[in-house]
Every structure is written in C-alpha cells, then in structure tokens.
C-alpha cells in the first residue's frame, strides 16, 4: 500500500495517456499538486520525445538504470 494514494480526479494531461501505467501512477500521486505534476511531466516529455537519441533507445536506458538500481521500473 502507497503511503500517499494517488489522486483520483487529478487532471491529466493529454499526452499523459501515452505513458506507462507506472508512470501514470507515480503522475497521479503528483495530482495532490498540480502544478508539480504538470512541469514534472512536460520534463518527461521533452526528454524522451525530443532530441538525437531514439525514443526507443531512451526506453532501453531507462529500464537498465532501474535494473542497476534494483527499481521496480
């Protein structure tokens, strides 16, 4: 059980739809502060969506981060 239950109603952005559901969780509990989920998903966004490195590439990174880590990715 999450020490702080994500927001319900928090409003999501529509590109937040594309994200995994991880993310989607971790967003929502943001929701208690919208302002701070807003920026902290528009950062996501511009890092994964833009630039020279693939997206898939990004993905590939993020999920060795978080197994060197010992992260629930």
Request: with cysteine; net charge positive; proline share 5%.
């Amino acid at each position: 059980m999450p020490r702080i239950q994500p927001a319900d109603l928090a409003q999501m952005p529509n590109f937040a739809s594309n994200g995994s559901s991880t993310m989607t969780q971790l967003f929502k509990t943001m929701g208690h502060r919208p302002e701070l989920m807003r920026d902290a998903m528009q950062l996501v966004e511009t890092a994964m969506r833009t630039g020279t490195v693939e997206t898939q590439l990004k993905e590939l990174i993020a999920i060795r981060v978080s197994q060197v880590n010992n992260c629930f990715y």
